[in-house]
């Protein structure tokens, strides 16, 4: 039996030097997403993936530590190096997740605020009948 061997082609490395850092920065976690600038994403991590659990996954610290794991693995594969930084929530990991960036020698070239503002509110309780 003859086997078709197949060639595979090498993955050529892409080189993204700027891009765009979602931060997503709730109560009870941090996600931060690394992308390129149409918004496809190369690297992500959060609190929960860092190993933090339960109310831990809301501090900053835990912020701090999944921007810097996601940083390091957008800078090592990608050459990542300026970033426009869309932060949304309200969480504690929000000052936390840039800081980080700025220790891994990536410069911020704007920081937005994307978080979602409530526009008509809830529906109101009904009428009582008496």
């Keep these: 039996m003859a ?3 197949t060639a595979k082609k090498k993955k050529t490395k892409r ?3 700027s891009g765009q850092v979602h931060v997503l920065a709730t109560f009870n976690n941090t996600i931060v ?3 390129d600038d149409k918004g496809g994403a190369l690297a992500a991590s959060s609190a929960g993936a860092c190993g933090f659990r339960g109310s831990k996954k809301g501090t900053a610290y835990a912020a701090q530590v999944a921007a810097e794991k996601a940083g390091q693995i957008a800078k090592q594969q990608y050459g990542f190096s300026k970033a426009e930084v869309y932060v949304k929530g309200v969480g504690l990991g929000r000052d ?3 800081r980080a960036l700025n220790g891994l020698d990536i410069q911020v070239e704007s920081i937005k605020d994307v978080t979602g503002v409530p526009h008509g509110g809830v529906r109101p309780k009904k009428a009582r009948r008496i």
């Design 3 to 5: 086997e078709a061997i």
């Design 96 to 98: 936390a997740a840039i």
């Design 15 to 17: 080189t993204i030097t």
């Design 33 to 35: 997403t690394f992308t």
